[in-house]
Nanobody, 124 residues
Framework: QVRLVESGGGLVQAGDSLRLACAASGRTFSNYFMGWFRQAPGKERKFVASIRWIGGSTYYGDSVKGRFTISRDNAKNTVYLQMNSLKPEDTAVYYC?????????????????WGQGTQVTVSS
């Protein structure tokens, strides 16, 4: 199991930027994907972005393409989510997650390790 700790959330205005970070410790296998999900009140948890530890292949949900960028620092076991041009619709609790699956997945159930979440609120 992997311990995940998110940071960087906050309250911002529409059009602003935030950078989230996820620090991983424990069983950080080299074949893990790291992902970001978000969940608004009363809604299902949805895929935002993911990155492969080796090679750095990235994947994005349709609603954030062109605005968000996921990156990683393998030496520090840390994943980042740069969020630009934020919209009120981006308001949610953002969760970092990890999976031992070798292949890409955007399914919540495939991610076995989760952080505690960090709140992002975007006002109009």
């Amino acid at each position: 199991q992997v311990r995940l700790v998110e940071s960087g959330g906050g309250l911002v205005q529409a059009g602003d930027s935030l950078r989230l970070a996820c620090a991983a410790s424990g069983r950080t296998f080299s074949n893990y994907f790291m992902g970001w999900f978000r969940q608004a009140p009363g809604k299902e948890r949805k895929f935002v972005a993911s990155i492969r530890w080796i090679g750095g292949s990235t994947y994005y949900g349709d609603s954030v393409k062109g605005r968000f960028t996921i990156s990683r620092d393998n030496a520090k076991n840390t994943v980042y989510l740069q969020m630009n041009s934020l919209k009120p619709e981006d308001t949610a609790v953002y969760y970092c997650a990890a999976t031992t699956k070798r292949d890409y997945s955007d399914y919540v159930g495939d991610f076995g390790s989760w952080g505690q979440g960090t709140q992002v609120t975007v006002s109009s």
